[in-house]
């Protein structure tokens, strides 16, 4: 049974950071491309960034570009989300999700679907 426990959001000022995890289980976290997204009030989920299962690629969305960076620890099954420079406009959940394969591009990834979801970690920016 896949399990997805994001974790590390909270209340932060403009311009601070804050490290987002998320921990997996029931399937070889290793095998899976992982990917970042996040859900305002009101908005559609939007994908934030996305990781390779080794680690080596990764992207992301142009509304994050240069302040967010992914990252992964295959021995912990755990995925990050280091997000500096926070902005008002990044207070939204945000949850983590992936597949087994090869990841795709941002572009193609937007067509994928999910049968589980974790229950989200809030992040709030604000002053």
């Known amino acids: 049974q896949v399990q997805l426990v994001e974790s590390g959001g909270g209340l932060v000022q403009p311009g601070g950071s804050l490290r987002l995890s998320c921990t997996a289980s029931?399937?070889?976290?290793?095998?899976?491309?992982m990917y970042w997204y996040r859900q305002a009030p009101g908005k559609e989920r939007e994908l934030v960034a996305s990781?390779?299962?080794?680690?080596?690629?990764?992207d992301y969305a142009d509304t994050v570009k240069g302040r967010f960076t992914i990252s992964r620890v295959n021995a912990k099954s755990t995925v990050y989300l280091q997000m500096d420079s926070l902005k008002p406009e990044d207070t939204a959940v945000y949850y983590c999700?992936?597949?087994?394969?090869?990841?795709?591009?941002?572009?193609?990834?937007?067509?994928?679907?999910?049968?589980?979801w974790g229950q989200g970690t809030q992040v709030t920016v604000s002053s």
């Open positions: 029931g399937f070889i976290f290793s095998y899976w491309s």
């Open positions: 990781i390779s299962r080794g680690g080596v690629s990764t």
């Open positions: 999700n992936g597949h087994q394969g090869p990841v795709k591009t941002l572009k193609n990834a937007q067509e994928l679907s999910y049968g589980h």
